[in-house]
């Protein structure tokens, strides 16, 4: 690869310009440094899952351990002090990622938390009183998700449907994994209360028109949550122009620490929403008799909170916006597109979604005819390639695209084109080995 | 790991198939990846012991697990279920050593192929997926026996 970043692919002899650097940002990120089996270099072609940290992310999380370590909101001493600085610091520049206010953003450990602390409220609202009727749910009253949902976007909605009585529907999908928005009219009604879609699929990459939908169910007075874990690290992400009341996502799929993860609401909902986990650090007042709560975004941050991981997530925000979001997104459109033209040249071989790049982000599923994923993937791996392979946690999609499962490819910030063309070659080793081409 | 004996058993596979009559009939999913096995269990008597007149199934998955099932179900048609339980036994220890188990050939027949698979954590339930189904489909044959003899 050039100096300039620009490289010429095996596959056709084309030309990709890469949006920046990418050697410069692999020489940040330790982990691409080591060798994997026999040697080889490591081909990390599963950011969906989890992305790699650069070591502005790790100093920045070590800095506060050894230099401001303490409980924060706790303690009248500088380092509680210092740690509560950090900490709610780290709460303004997500906020600021995402052109919100600090107010609306709280910290949980997880995407799936974060998804899990809405549907509780919901099923906690017929105890809050009447400022909380909005979220109660019960018998007659819809909740809509989508046929293409990661497990953690539609397990929470079935159980909240269990508790409360609520009718679980969704959005089925089309042949190319897209949503099938034909009967949008009649699934969204008076009845639903929230509708939780993805807002980029982990497996298709299929970006919903998460907005017309958001607009839909204003109208009939529905809240909306989006699952922001395959978007928000990907591309830039304006929560005022988005249209949705709720969004999650999780720190470590952005290049941050695991353990921290994000629901940001809008503010007005959030001061009526009831809290998901009580115990410490949540409560106004606490008698024997009952409690009362604090405003969010402390309401929903019970215990002691994860500092550390919110600075070092604080730090990711700050890598990501030093090489501008539309760069990493225009970067990984690029991969995405070379991925889909070098994987369509292989006989056998069927891409579950789009295979172009238009509302579809960087992650590329495929089965190939008579080699089950383990397969491809043990073979991908004896190679240095590690790839996804199962119905990554989207077992009802899997279903649908009719596949059992699948293989995954997904990119980021630190791929390259070679990378992709290793993966087309170590397919096609795979299917040499099995003997079915 | 993919020793030519396992490829051998995957692309055909014995006594793959769902046969009558049965005793106990189980699905086993492994929900990392959506692998399923459907498999049966018919007992005979004979002697002291119940025979394993036979096993048969549909495994659907992976090359482990599909050669698994089948290498599983060469081996133990026909033995009592307490041979087939000291295999299956023997086949568990191998699976959890690592890589590090001398296993006995003369107990683990073509199922020593599997050594392997031992050093990939992530595959160990492909191999044990039709052992498993296999596990628990005897002990309901069994269970339903002994309710059938007290009723």
């Known amino acids: 690869m050039s100096a300039a970043g620009e490289v010429t692919t095996a596959a056709g002899g084309m030309r990709h310009r890469d949006a920046f650097d990418v050697e410069t940002i692999r020489s940040d990120f330790p982990i691409l440094g080591r060798a994997v089996r026999g040697g080889r270099h490591l081909i990390y072609l599963d950011s969906g899952a989890t992305s790699h940290k650069p070591r502005q992310v790790l100093d920045?999380?070590?800095?506060?351990?050894?230099?401001?370590?303490?409980?924060?909101?706790?303690?009248?001493?500088?380092?509680?002090?210092?740690?509560?600085?950090?900490?709610?610091?780290?709460?303004?520049?997500?906020?600021?990622?995402?052109h919100a206010e600090p107010g609306e953003i709280v910290f949980t450990k997880s995407a799936t938390?974060?998804?899990?602390?809405?549907?509780?409220?919901?099923?906690?609202?017929?105890?809050?009183?009447?400022?909380?009727?909005?979220?109660?749910?019960g018998p007659g009253d819809e909740v809509l998700v989508t046929e293409s949902e990661h497990h953690a976007n539609l397990v929470p909605w079935q159980q909240l449907c269990e508790r409360t009585g609520a009718t679980l529907r969704w959005f089925g999908v089309t042949e190319d994994g897209r949503l099938d928005l034909a009967n949008i009219d009649e699934l969204i009604n008076d009845r639903t209360k929230i509708v939780a879609v993805t807002h980029q699929s982990n497996v298709t990459?299929?970006?919903?028109?998460?907005?017309?939908?958001?607009?839909?169910?204003?109208?009939?007075?529905?809240?909306?949550?989006a699952d922001g874990a395959q978007s928000v690290p990907h591309r830039p992400v304006d929560v005022t122009a988005l249209g949705v009341d709720f969004l999650v996502f999780s720190g470590h799929k952005m290049l941050g620490p695991s353990g921290v993860g994000v629901l940001w609401g809008r503010r007005e909902l959030l001061e009526t929403m009831p809290p998901f986990i009580f115990g410490g650090s949540m409560i106004e007042v606490v008698r024997m008799e009952g409690s009362t709560f604090l405003p969010p975004p402390d309401r929903f941050e019970a215990g002691v909170p994860a500092a550390a991981q919110a600075v070092g997530l604080g730090a990711a925000c700050d890598y990501l916006d030093a090489l501008g979001m539309d760069n990493v997104a225009a970067h990984e459109e690029a991969l995405t597109v070379h991925a889909l033209e070098a994987l369509a040249g292989i006989e056998g071989l069927r891409i579950l979604g789009p295979l172009d790049t238009s509302e579809r982000g960087g992650a590329v599923s495929f089965v190939l005819d008579g080699i089950h994923p383990h397969d491809v993937g043990q073979v991908l791996d004896e190679l240095g390639i590690a790839v996804r392979t199962g119905h990554h946690c989207a077992w009802p999609l899997h279903r649908?695209?009719?596949?059992?499962?699948?293989?995954?490819?997904?990119?980021?910030?630190?791929?390259?084109?070679?990378?992709?063309?290793?993966l087309a070659d170590g397919i096609r080793q795979a299917q040499k080995f099995f003997g079915t081409v | 790991?993919?020793?030519?004996?396992?490829?051998?058993?995957?692309?055909?596979?014995?006594?793959?198939?769902?046969?009558?009559?049965?005793?106990?009939q189980v699905q086993h999913i492994n929900p990392t990846c959506g692998d399923e096995v459907t498999l049966r269990v018919s007992l005979k008597d004979a002697g002291a012991e119940p025979v394993l007149a036979d096993v048969s199934y549909e495994a659907l998955g992976c090359s482990i697990s599909q050669a698994s099932a089948s290498v599983m179900a060469d081996m133990?048609?026909?033995?009592?279920?307490?041979?087939?339980?000291?295999?299956?036994?023997?086949?568990?220890?191998?699976?959890?050593s690592r890589g590090e188990a001398?296993?006995?050939?003369?107990?683990?027949?073509?199922?020593?192929?599997?050594?392997?698979?031992?050093?990939?954590?992530?595959?160990?339930?492909?191999?044990l997926l039709g052992w498993m189904a296999w596990k628990d489909a005897t002990a309901k044959a069994l269970g339903e026996r002994e309710t059938g003899e007290q009723a």
């Open chain 2, 76 to 96: 133990i048609i026909g033995k009592t279920v307490g041979e087939a339980m000291q295999i299956s036994d023997e086949f568990l220890k191998l699976m959890q």
């Open chain 2, 1 to 24: 790991m993919y020793q030519e004996i396992i490829l051998e058993h995957y692309r055909r596979p014995l006594h793959a198939g769902l046969r009558e009559p049965f005793d106990a």
């Open chain 1, 400 to 422: 649908a695209l009719h596949a059992q499962s699948s293989t995954r490819a997904t990119f980021y910030v630190y791929n390259t084109h070679d990378e992709v063309d290793a």
């Open chain 2, 102 to 127: 001398e296993p006995d050939e003369d107990v683990l027949g073509d199922a020593v192929a599997f050594e392997g698979v031992s050093k990939y954590p992530a595959r160990i339930k492909c191999a």
């Open chain 1, 205 to 225: 990459g299929v970006v919903p028109p998460v907005a017309q939908i958001a607009a839909a169910a204003h109208a009939r007075g529905a809240l909306v949550l």
């Open chain 1, 60 to 98: 920045a999380e070590r800095d506060f351990y050894t230099t401001h370590n303490a409980a924060a909101h706790r303690g009248a001493h500088l380092l509680g002090e210092e740690a509560t600085d950090a900490y709610e610091g780290a709460r303004a520049r997500v906020a600021a990622f995402l």
């Open chain 1, 113 to 137: 938390e974060a998804v899990n602390l809405v549907a509780y409220a919901m099923s906690n609202a017929g105890t809050f009183g009447p400022q909380a009727s909005r979220f109660s749910v």
